[in-house]
């Protein structure tokens, strides 16, 4: 990997490993503009640099630098003052009296060892009775390492960051990397890398160390090399003969196969190298805890996009795996189906990713409805999402809480249809919501499962939604649920207008669907003495008094589309009940 290095004086150095999707701002103290993804290198000690002074980019293996318009200094690259140019690997510019070299790193582990002249493993025990000679420098150094790790917005970040921590805690190291002991044939990966010496270009560690250190030991195991028979110096972990190392592992699961190289040259003293292997153990520790704890953030964030806040908790606790596990409990099905995509579709051919961007927007508005009023969701099918509650919670609250999810996901695409450059514009939706025993929890093969809901009450809640575009109507419940949510004391912010008994497509009980609406004044929405009188119609159309039903529909405001399905039904049958009337509607199709 490329980097460019800045020399100044006084043996000022500074480093900036180069990436090809990220460019590079150059200067005394850099600032990032609107570009995305820019680095910044500070050179603080230059005057003749400005605040921000050139803008560098690695790309096809050259390095193209461009000078600020508000540098007010020149670049000299060739002996030249030169605005723009493209530099090799190897060559460099100047600022004042800084000079910026292009290098080349380069690792190749060192398979084949010299033997070394002693090789010595740190036991915990040993470790604790080491006496620090700098405690306070080490300690201070360590207190900054979690905001170190909570800063890093990558891992590149992140090592580059505890390479230069390993420097300042160790005075005696001249190289340090994160290594990492891959899969079954134990490769050896070196994360990253970084020396003392900005003129090293080369890393070879030992990966007899790694191993025995991070795989064999699993405890900090120091090697220290010397000269040949002949006098002449061996190669072993650096090109420069750097001639002891010691592998220090990360311990956790978020760090598993890691270790911290750490390497050095000892000259003629032998340095007792214990104090510098407790501060790195140390480090290790602190980067696994906070490397775990980041790891369950990411789980719990992976969780909360299918668990409410309220149930989190629960599955984070030491008894969540027990929590997951499926169990046959009286839940509260909601199926929500997005209406209107085909038609958007065809509008947006030509922006497919726009169209992808407005569908996954709607599907978030229906799980942000859905984790408010604490559900679960099992699954998106499509444009579709499927939830359910009393699972892994009973509050007994199941299907108020499903029916408050549904009134506030009908009103979210309701304010959208009056505001054209809402992402919701042009999308309705229709719900379904049924209550019933269920098998719910982890569900699938030991080595593939997802959180779900088992059982017929998920069929006929994805029936009832499918039937809302025959009934005219954007949600509708089973009886079970309308009975929860009557007897419920907090059922005021909802109520119900029973629109027909039916029999879904493929099933073979009747079921009494009614329409859920919202406890509010709105336009077009039923008042109590609507629903009244609809639901008095609705009684005479199942007694088979369909004149009666039929001039009873009439008394209900014209604009509501629910009574049109009674009312169309009986002029198909020339307002006279067919043959052996039960007052059920069959469905002829989902």
């Keep these: 990997m490329p980097r460019l290095i800045a020399r100044g004086p006084e043996s000022d150095e500074r480093r900036c490993r ?26 603080p000690w230059e005057s003749s640099l400005s605040r921000n002074h050139a803008d560098v980019r690695w790309l096809k293996g050259r390095l193209e630098v461009s000078r600020v318009d508000s540098a007010t200094n020149p670049l000299f690259f060739k002996g030249q003052e030169q605005d723009r140019f493209v530099m090799e690997l190897g060559e460099h510019f100047v600022v004042g009296e800084t000079t910026f070299t292009l290098a080349e790193d380069r690792v190749s582990v060192a398979h084949e060892d010299p033997t070394p002249l002693d090789v010595v493993g740190y036991t915990m025990a040993e470790l604790q009775q080491t006496r620090y000679r700098d405690a306070d420098e080490r300690i201070e150094l360590l207190a900054t390492l979690p905001d170190v790790i909570r800063r890093a917005s990558n891992d590149e970040e992140l090592f580059a960051r505890l390479a230069l921590l390993i420097f300042e805690g160790i005075p005696s190291a001249d190289a340090a990397a994160i290594v990492r002991v891959v899969g ?54 650096m090109t420069d003969s750097l001639d002891w190392a010691f592998v220090t592992p990360v311990p956790g699961k978020a760090c598993a196969g890691w270790g911290i190289y750490v390497a050095g040259k000892a000259g003629e003293a032998r340095l007792d190298l214990r104090p510098d292997v407790k501060f790195t153990e140390l480090v290790a520790d602190l980067l696994s805890a906070m490397r ?22 629960i599955l984070s606790s030491p008894d969540g795996e027990d929590a997951l596990a499926p169990r046959q409990t009286d839940v509260t099905v909601l199926f929500c189906d997005l209406r209107g995509f085909s038609r ?55 299907a108020i809480e499903a029916c408050r999810a549904a009134v506030q996901i ?46 017929p009450v998920v069929n006929l809640a994805s029936r009832l939604e499918g039937i809302t575009k025959q009934l005219r109507v954007p949600i509708l419940v089973d009886e079970g649920t309308a009975r929860r949510v009557r007897d419920n004391p907090s059922k005021e912010d909802v109520r119900f207008r029973r629109l027909a008994r039916l029999r879904p497509y493929g099933m073979a009980l009747p079921v009494t669907v009614s329409e859920l609406l919202p406890n509010v004044v709105e336009t ?47 002029l198909q049958h020339q307002r006279k009940p067919p043959a052996g009337w039960d007052g059920v509607v069959s469905m002829d199709s989902k």
């Design 18 to 43: 180069l990436r090809p999707d990220r460019p590079v701002r150059v200067g005394r103290r850099p600032t990032k503009d609107e570009r995305a993804n820019v680095e910044l290198f500070e050179v």
């Design 184 to 237: 079954d044939e134990k490769k050896i990966a070196v994360s990253y890398w970084d020396s003392r010496k900005a003129t090293t270009s080369e890393f070879k560690p030992s990966r007899k160390l790694i191993l025995d250190a991070v795989e064999d030991r699993r405890q900090s195991v120091r090697s220290l090399w010397g000269a040949t028979a002949s006098g002449a110096r061996s190669e072993y972990t």
């Design 292 to 313: 775990d704890f980041q790891s369950l953030e990411r789980q719990q964030a992976t969780l909360g996009r299918f668990f409410s806040p309220v149930t989190l908790p």
């Design 344 to 398: 958007e579709a065809e509008r947006a051919k030509d922006d497919l990713m726009g169209l992808l961007r407005r569908v996954s927007h709607a599907l978030d508005v229906m799980t942000k409805c859905i984790h408010s009023h604490q559900g679960v969701i099992g699954d998106f099918q499509g444009d579709a999402a499927l939830a359910f509650w009393g699972w892994p919670l009973d509050s007994g609250n199941s």
């Design 410 to 455: 009908r009103q979210r695409f309701k304010d959208a249809a009056e505001k054209q450059d809402d992402p919701l514009s042009g999308f309705r939706c229709g719900i379904g919501i049924a209550s019933g025993e269920a098998v719910a929890g982890r569900l699938g093969s030991a080595g593939q499962f997802k959180i779900d809901v088992f059982g």
């Design 524 to 570: 077009q929405v039923l008042t109590a003495e609507g629903v009244r009188q609809y639901e008095a119609a609705l009684d005479q159309f199942i007694a088979g008094d369909w004149d009666e039903a039929f001039a009873g529909l009439h008394e209900v405001p014209h604009w509501d589309h629910g009574k049109d399905f009674l009312t169309s039904f009986i």
